[in-house]
C-alpha cells in the first residue's frame, strides 16, 4: 500500500505539482489529496481527460514543467486524441505524468462496464507508444524513473494503479443545503413516470439507484437504459433513441456527465425532437466517486441550456417543484428540468443485478412494442 499522502509530497519534491483529470473511485485517496492540498490554480479538475491532456500539454508549454494527468483506465479512450496527435513525439512531443487507475484488471472482480477496458489497459499504452509502470512497494524509485524517462525522452510517461494501492484518505466534501439527495430526487422521478416513459440514465450511481427503486417499485428494467460506461454520452443516447419513437425519452443527467462533452448539447438541442425531455441532477460534484467538486453550482446549466435551443428550462430542488416541473416538460416540447440535490447516497447501494445485454434485449422488446 502506498501511504497517499508521501506519494502527493514526492511528487510536489520532484516538481510534479501541476495535477488535472477526472476523479475516478479506485483514486479516490490521492484525488482527495491532491484536493485537499494543491492551490485550487494547480488542480484542475477538467470536463473529460482529453481536456486533461491539453491543459499538461499546455502547461508544459508555459513552465517546462510535466502535469500530472489523472483518470479511470474508461478516460484512456478520452485521451487517445490529443495524446497520439499533439503530445507524441512524432509531433510536439510533450511529456506529462500519466495516472491511471486500473478498473477491471483480470483476476479482480470488477462490473461488466470495466471488463474490456481492464484487459487492453496495458496493451492499449503499449500500442499509443507510452511507457508504463504498475505502481508497487518501490513507488519512489518508479517515481524517479518515470522523470528521468520524460527528462531523457520528452515523451508522456504512464503510472498504473491497482485497486487498493493508495491508503486512505477522506476529503471535506463541501455539500450544499438542498433538501433532497439525487435518491430522493429519483424517487420522485419515477414515480410521476408512466409504463410508456423510456429513461436514459448516467453512469455512476444514479443508474445503481435507478435500478435499485425500480426493483423496490417491482417495476421491472425494460422502461430504464442505464449508461454504465461511456461517462458523458448519456444524453446522445436519449437523443438517437428520441429519434427511433414517438414515445417520451426522458434523459437522467449528471452534473460531471452533462460537463464531459457539452458541446453535444448545441447538437442535441438543434436536433432533439418533442419527445426528448432532459433531467440533471446538479448536485456539483462527482458524487459518485468520491464528491471532488465540478463546476455545476458555479455556472448556469438553465442559461447553456436555452442558449442551445432548448424552448423550456425549468429549475427544481424540492419534491412539489419536481412533480411540477416534469408536468411542465410533458406539456412542452424540447424541455430541461435541472434539478439541485445535495451530495449523499446510501453505504449499502447495490449494483444492476441483470447483465447489460439482458437490459438491452428487454429494452429492445418494450421499444419495439411501443412502437407498433
Ligand atoms: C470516461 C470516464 N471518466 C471517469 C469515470 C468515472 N466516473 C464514474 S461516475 C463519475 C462521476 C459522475 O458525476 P456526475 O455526472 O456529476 O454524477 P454524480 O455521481 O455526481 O451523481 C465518474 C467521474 C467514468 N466512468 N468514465
Avoid at 216 to 230: K, Q, S
Wanted: glycine share 10%.
Amino acid at each position: 500500500m502506498i501511504e497517499t499522502k508521501k506519494f502527493y509530497d514526492s511528487l510536489v519534491s520532484r516538481g510534479l505539482d501541476f495535477f488535472t483529470g477526472v476523479p475516478d473511485s479506485l483514486l479516490k485517496n490521492i484525488c482527495a489529496c491532491i484536493t485537499e492540498n494543491s492551490p485550487k490554480e494547480r488542480n484542475i479538475i477538467a470536463a473529460n481527460e482529453g481536456n486533461a491532456v491539453a491543459m499538461a500539454l499546455g502547461y508544459h508549454l508555459s513552465t517546462g514543467k510535466y502535469g500530472v494527468v489523472y483518470m479511470q483506465n474508461s478516460g484512456e479512450g478520452n485521451i487517445v486524441n490529443p495524446l497520439m496527435s499533439l503530445a507524441d513525439e512524432d509531433v510536439y512531443s510533450v511529456p506529462m505524468l500519466l495516472i491511471i487507475g486500473w478498473r477491471g484488471e483480470p483476476g479482480v472482480k470488477d462490473e461488466p462496464q470495466h471488463k474490456k477496458q481492464g484487459k487492453v489497459t496495458l496493451s492499449l499504452l503499449e500500442a499509443m507508444g507510452v511507457e508504463y509502470c504498475v505502481a508497487d512497494d518501490n513507488w519512489s524509485e518508479q517515481l524517479d524513473k518515470a522523470v528521468a524517462y520524460m527528462k531523457e525522452t520528452n515523451r508522456p510517461y504512464a503510472m498504473v494503479i491497482r485497486k487498493d494501492t493508495f491508503s486512505s484518505y477522506s476529503m471535506k466534501v463541501e455539500s450544499t443545503e438542498y433538501p433532497l439527495t439525487r435518491e430522493e430526487a429519483l424517487s420522485v422521478i419515477l414515480g410521476k413516470l408512466d409504463d410508456d416513459d423510456f429513461i436514459v440514465s448516467t453512469t455512476g450511481k444514479t443508474s445503481r439507484e435507478v435500478f435499485e427503486l425500480r426493483e423496490a417499485r417491482n417495476e421491472g428494467h425494460a422502461n430504464d437504459f442505464l449508461t454504465v460506461g461511456g461517462m458523458g454520452h448519456t444524453a446522445s443516447i436519449a437523443l438517437g433513441a428520441a429519434l427511433g419513437t414517438k414515445n417520451n425519452v426522458w434523459c437522467i443527467d449528471g452534473d460531471g456527465s452533462f460537463l464531459m462533452h457539452m458541446g453535444g448539447f448545441a447538437v442535441i438541442a438543434q436536433n432533439a425532437p418533442d419527445n426528448f425531455k432532459y433531467i440533471i441532477n446538479n448536485n456539483g460534484a462527482h458524487e459518485s466517486v468520491g464528491g471532488q467538486p465540478t463546476v455545476g453550482m458555479d455556472i448556469d446549466i438553465a442559461a447553456v441550456l436555452k442558449a442551445v435551443g432548448f424552448k423550456t428550462v425549468v429549475e427544481a430542488s424540492n419534491e412539489e417543484e419536481i412533480k411540477s416541473g416534469m408536468e411542465k416538460l410533458r406539456e412542452n416540447g424540447l424541455a430541461a428540468l435541472i434539478i439541485r440535490t445535495r451530495q449523499g447516497s446510501r453505504d449499502d447501494l447495490g449494483r444492476p443485478t441483470t447483465t447489460p445485454q439482458r437490459n438491452k434485449l428487454d429494452m429492445m422488446a418494450k421499444f419495439a412494442a411501443a412502437n407498433k
